[in-house]
């Protein structure tokens, strides 16, 4: 990941993992607004549910009852997206996405007293 400090721009670079698909959206705060497509391998079709679904309906029929874990054929444990044997992969994914964590990570980032190279001067 490389950060331009002068324009604060983002750069990430992937793995080649094949052929790629054209997104268009906008992220605002971390929230994405614009077309959400399915997270089934070569689906562009809307989602059924755009508040917590992963699939268009086609693919959450096929796959809603199914582990989240990539290539993972075991049924979720219910309220997990996970199956037994990857409980521990969703724990840890739920901590470091909880709002506990990211408050501290944003109160990390903005530390009053620092002066860094970017910031402007107060």
Known sequence: MDVDITTGAIQVTAPDVGPKRDVTMSVLDGIVMGPLCCAA???TAEL???WGSAFCAYHESL???KCRM???PNAKV???QACEEHQ???KAHVCAHSHANLSGI???LQRPGES???NTAA
Do not use: A, E, F, Y
């Open 48 to 50: 059924k549910n755009h």
């Open 78 to 80: 219910s309220p997990t």
């Open 70 to 72: 990539h290539d993972c």
């Open 41 to 43: 391998d070569d689906c």
């Open 106 to 108: 944003k109160r990390m």
């Open 88 to 90: 521990t992969q969703w």
């Open 116 to 118: 860094l190279p970017w």
């Open 63 to 65: 796959h809603g009852s």
